[in-house]
C-alpha cells in the first residue's frame, strides 16, 4: 500500500476503507484529465469558429518573425526546429510505431500491440475527419518555413506526436518501478510532443490555437488509451506464458518417452 493511501486511510471513517483501498486513483485522475483535455479542444473549435478569432494567432505568429518576415534567431536554430518538426511527420511516426509493435509481438504483447494500432490509426482518421470538417485554410500571415498539403485545424503534427510519444512513454515507464525513472520516461516523452508542437509556429505552418488543439485532443486520447490499454495485457500475458510453458514441457515429456522407448533392453 502507497504511503498516500495509507495517509488518506487513517483520516477516514472504517467504513469507507474497503472501498478506499479497492479504488484506483490513478485511473480516475487519468480520466478526469482526459475529460478535460476533451473539453478544452471543444472549448478552442468554438473559439475558432468565432469571427475575429485570428488576433491572438496573429499577434504570436509575428512575435516570432524578424521584420524581414524571417523566424527570429540565427540560421541554425531555424534548421534545428526544422529538425524537430520532422519527429512528427509522418515517416517517423509510423517508423516508431511499426518498431514498437513489432517489439510487443516479439514478446507476445498481443493485446499492447492493438492497443498500439487501434489507438494511433483512430487518432489519425480523426484528425484528418477534423481537418475536412473545420476546414479551417493555413496562414498566410507569415510565410510557411515547412512544406504543407492538407487543412490547418488541427495541428496533426502535434496530434499524433501527443497521442504516439506520450503512449509510448507510458508503456515504457509501466516496465520500471523506480518513480523517478518512471517521471524521466513520461517527461521526456511530453517534452518531444511539446517540441514538436511548437514547431509547427515557429514554422509559421500553424496558427498556435491549431497546435493547442492538437496537444489537447492528443493528450487526451494518450490518456484515454493509457486506461483502456495496459490494464487486460498482464493477465492475457500471464495466460500466455503459462500456455507455452506448458506446451514446452508436454513437448519435453513426448521426447523423453520416444528417447526411452528407443533404447534397447537390457
Known amino acids: 500500500m502507497s504511503r498516500a493511501r495509507a495517509f488518506v486511510l487513517k483520516r477516514v471513517p472504517p467504513r469507507f476503507h474497503v472501498f478506499l483501498v479497492q479504488r484506483d486513483f490513478k485511473l480516475d485522475l487519468a480520466a478526469f484529465a482526459a475529460a478535460l483535455c476533451l473539453l478544452a479542444f471543444l472549448k478552442i473549435v468554438d473559439k475558432v469558429r468565432e469571427p475575429g478569432s485570428i488576433d491572438l494567432d496573429r499577434r504570436i505568429l509575428l512575435a516570432l518573425r524578424d521584420p524581414g518576415?524571417?523566424?527570429?534567431?540565427?540560421?541554425?536554430?531555424?534548421?534545428?526546429?526544422?529538425?524537430?518538426?520532422?519527429?512528427?511527420?509522418?515517416?517517423?511516426?509510423?517508423?516508431?510505431?511499426?518498431?514498437?509493435?513489432?517489439?510487443?509481438?516479439?514478446?507476445?504483447?498481443?493485446?499492447?500491440a492493438l492497443t498500439i494500432i487501434v489507438g494511433v490509426t483512430s487518432a489519425w482518421l480523426l484528425s484528418n475527419w477534423l481537418k475536412v470538417l473545420v476546414d479551417r485554410p493555413r496562414p498566410n500571415i507569415v510565410a510557411h518555413f515547412a512544406y504543407v498539403t492538407s487543412r490547418s485545424f488541427p495541428s496533426g503534427h502535434s496530434m499524433m506526436a501527443a497521442v504516439i510519444?506520450?503512449?509510448?512513454?507510458?508503456?515504457?515507464?509501466?516496465?520500471?518501478?523506480h518513480p523517478l525513472q518512471r517521471l524521466y520516461v513520461l517527461g521526456?516523452?511530453?517534452?518531444?510532443?511539446?517540441?514538436?508542437?511548437?514547431?509547427?509556429?515557429?514554422?509559421?505552418v500553424h496558427y498556435p490555437t491549431d497546435v493547442l488543439a492538437g496537444w489537447c485532443l492528443g493528450f487526451g486520447f494518450s490518456l484515454l488509451w493509457w486506461i483502456v490499454g495496459p490494464r487486460a495485457p498482464a493477465t492475457w500475458q500471464r495466460r500466455a506464458d503459462g500456455d507455452g510453458r506448458g506446451r514446452l514441457n508436454a513437448h519435453r515429456r513426448r521426447r523423453r518417452n520416444v528417447v526411452g522407448s528407443a533404447d534397447p533392453a537390457p
Open 69 to 112: 518576415g524571417d523566424p527570429i534567431g540565427p540560421p541554425w536554430f531555424e534548421d534545428m526546429w526544422r529538425d524537430i518538426t520532422a519527429l512528427g511527420s509522418g515517416v517517423v511516426l509510423i517508423a516508431v510505431v511499426l518498431a514498437a509493435v513489432g517489439y510487443y509481438l516479439m514478446v507476445r504483447r498481443w493485446r499492447t
Open 165 to 177: 510519444y506520450p503512449t509510448l512513454g507510458a508503456i515504457l515507464a509501466r516496465a520500471t518501478r
Open 188 to 204: 521526456v516523452s511530453i517534452l518531444a510532443a511539446l517540441l514538436i508542437g511548437f514547431s509547427r509556429i515557429y514554422l509559421g
